[in-house]
């Protein structure tokens, strides 16, 4: 029997190969995933190795071929199976069906033979290289499980480290600092709580559950910073500006502020934006605009929008949508920053998405930095369980909160931010 090798980056090249050499013809004897520069080399490129023959070298009955003769033009191989499963996963399933827990892994179709709906015999799988019981005796998988065992032991390593610091800690103080930091509360917040309650009080009073709540409400309350709203004045407009990433939520914060009869929802108010890079963006301020029968003005720069301010300087609050940007983008850093400087605003505020990563959190914090009376507004509450970010950036950024948002609802989802509530989600995961 003559057989052949074909080597590609993709299923669709080697077979491309495999037809351009034995014909449409040809039947696949077996396929797999190879490492470009050899089965040890675990770092290489992941390559499809496909094996194949000429239809005349399989044995197949004669019924068969002439069915494959007159299905020509029917589907061709669709997946094939080689040592390490099927080189072409199927479909993914529908994202509703994942939400529903009801995508299931299609079965591997059948090796058939290119020219036509007839299945070629079976053939024995390729033995990978350095054991006899497949791919579990590979030198491969042996070095993947060693690399695993050298990470799980690192990640020991790490976490008994953490506890350097508090030497003969007891367990229920350990468990206390461990939920902690899973909360995303800083490292060091976290030693420094754990410090003072093993410092300061006996055995009976931080293995007491309520105790230990209290006491942490307590400190983490004190963490958090408050900016209360500024009052509207009897000359002039109270200016507010609404900054941050893309997809936060300040679009739709600044429309719960505009119409919520707590805030601003029975002034005389007027909204501004200067996000002309995205027509949805302006549309959606323009809708809402319609709806609550608020004057609304477009502005394309610092000077257009210095006159829509003087133009609505009746009003008593007037709210400056921007453009949401990349902290990497220092264009639109720098246009935000000339906008904020035309419109001299009251209040600055910084908003971010709770779901964001701490770190990525304090990085679009450091470059959104205007140094114009900024507080931070923190978005989507009711799409997380961990609150501890919340107290590490304050503590980090040395900025104030002013509203928290936990929703789509408008006007409802927006309350001020409340220190005492917000140490309450945190202390609530931990004891």
Known sequence: MKVKKYVAPTMKEALEKMKKDLGESAVILGSRKI????????LGREMVELTATNEENVAVPVAAKSAGRRSRNAARVSYTVGDTG??????????????KG????????????????????????????????????SPMRLLQRQLDDIKNTMGEMAEQIRYQRMPALPAALKEIYRRLVDSELEESIAVSLIQRLYGQFSEKQ??????????????????????????????????????????????TSLAKLATNKR????????????????????????????????????????????????????KEVILVDTAGASQYNDRLIEDLRAFLEAADPDEVHLTVSITTKPRDLKGTIKRFRMKQRERLLFTKFDETLT????????????????????GQEVPEDIEPADAGKIARLVVNNIV
């Open 206 to 251: 931080y293995s007491d559950r309520e105790f230990v709540e209290k006491f942490l409400i307590d400190e983490l309350t004190a963490l958090i910073k408050i900016a209360a709203p500024t009052p509207v004045r009897q000359s002039g407009p109270l200016v507010l500006a609404f900054v941050g990433p893309t997809g936060v939520g300040k679009t």
């Open 102 to 137: 009801a995508g299931a892994v299609e079965t591997p179709a059948p090796v058939l033979p290119l020219g036509g709906g007839a299945a070629a015999a079976p053939a024995s799988p390729a033995r990978p290289l350095g054991g006899s019981g497949g791919w579990d005796g």
């Open 86 to 99: 099927a080189v072409a996963d199927p479909p993914a399933p529908e994202f509703r069906d994942l939400l």
């Open 35 to 42: 490492s470009r520069g050899g089965m040890l080399d675990f």
């Open 387 to 406: 609150f501890g970010s919340i107290i590490s950036v304050v503590q980090s950024s040395a900025l104030p909160l002013s509203y928290v948002t936990f």
């Open 263 to 314: 805030f601003y929802g029975g002034c005389r108010t007027a909204l501004v934006t200067t996000d002309t890079y995205r027509v949805a963006a302006t549309q959606q301020l323009g809708t809402f605009s319609e709806i609550a029968d608020i004057p609304m003005e477009i502005v394309h720069s610092p000077r257009d929008l210095s006159r829509a301010i003087e133009k609505h300087k009746d």
